[in-house]
């Protein structure tokens, strides 16, 4: 069965520093792997995938992400966080032999203090 | 562009009662999606429609969820005989299709919408 963990329920950084939510997963195929961003009261937004091809992937708002499949990873990372980060971060899994529906981990909240 | 509308944002009923909540996705796209968020957690998949059928419905709890897409665009899903543990915050996602093995698309979600049964 496919899995996502986040292992984290909460990550503390100060801003400036850089940030790191881990991520692991487990599928029968090849994974295809997003992580989100979710504000209090909204929606969820999409800020990076790994689908194929080179293992760190840019995204949205500087994040990034490194798929590493020998460690079932994909942490998502940023060189140096901002208040404005805060807010609850989901990676989540879709089995490329599946018809489409995503695989949410618990999401894990990051807190960023100036 | 416009993204993903849901309505209501916020929808109190009573238990017993009969619920409908809307999706509208992007322009555009042909694959729809429902989750659902229950506090604390992450979304956990309901249903999925290419078009206007359900090619996976095997995330609904129990046949008191119901989920239309009747001309490939928006969709509704139906909620009868409500319970407290329906409680959650309804998510809707929209892609443009290419969906399947050989998928890759994004899926782009709503607000959501917050159902509270009392």
């Known amino acids: 069965a496919q899995s996502v963990a986040q292992p984290e329920d909460q990550v503390n950084v100060a801003e400036g520093n850089p940030l790191t939510v881990k991520c692991t997963y487990s599928v029968s195929g090849n994974p295809y792997l997003f992580w989100y961003v979710q504000y209090p009261n909204r929606g969820l937004q999409f800020l990076l995938k790994?689908?194929?091809?080179?293992?760190l992937v840019k995204g949205s708002y500087g994040f990034e992400a490194e798929f590493n499949k020998s460690q079932t990873s994909f942490h998502l990372k940023k060189p140096s966080a901002l208040v404005s980060d805060s807010a609850l971060y989901f990676c989540?899994?879709?089995?490329?032999?599946?018809?489409?529906?995503?695989?949410f981990g618990k999401g894990t909240k990051l807190s960023v203090k100036p | 562009g416009a993204g993903v509308s849901q309505t209501p944002s916020n929808k109190v009923t009573e238990k017993g009662k009969y619920v409908e909540l809307r999706c509208d996705p992007i322009?555009?796209?042909?694959?729809l999606y429902w989750y659902r968020q229950s506090l604390g957690q992450g979304p956990e998949f309901l249903i999925y429609?290419?078009?206007?059928?359900?090619?996976?419905d095997s995330g609904l709890p129990n046949d008191r969820f119901f989920a239309v897409r009747p001309e490939g665009s928006v969709s509704t899903l139906k909620i009868q005989r409500t319970e407290r543990g329906d409680s959650a915050v309804y998510l809707c996602a929209s892609s443009e299709g290419l969906a399947g093995p050989l998928g890759t698309d994004t899926q782009y979600f709503g607000p959501g919408t917050r159902l509270t049964v009392l």
């Open positions: 989540a899994v879709r089995d490329g032999g599946s018809q489409g529906n995503l695989i």
């Open positions: 322009s555009g796209h042909t694959a």
């Open positions: 790994y689908i194929t091809g080179d293992n």
């Open positions: 429609f290419q078009g206007t059928g359900a090619a996976d």
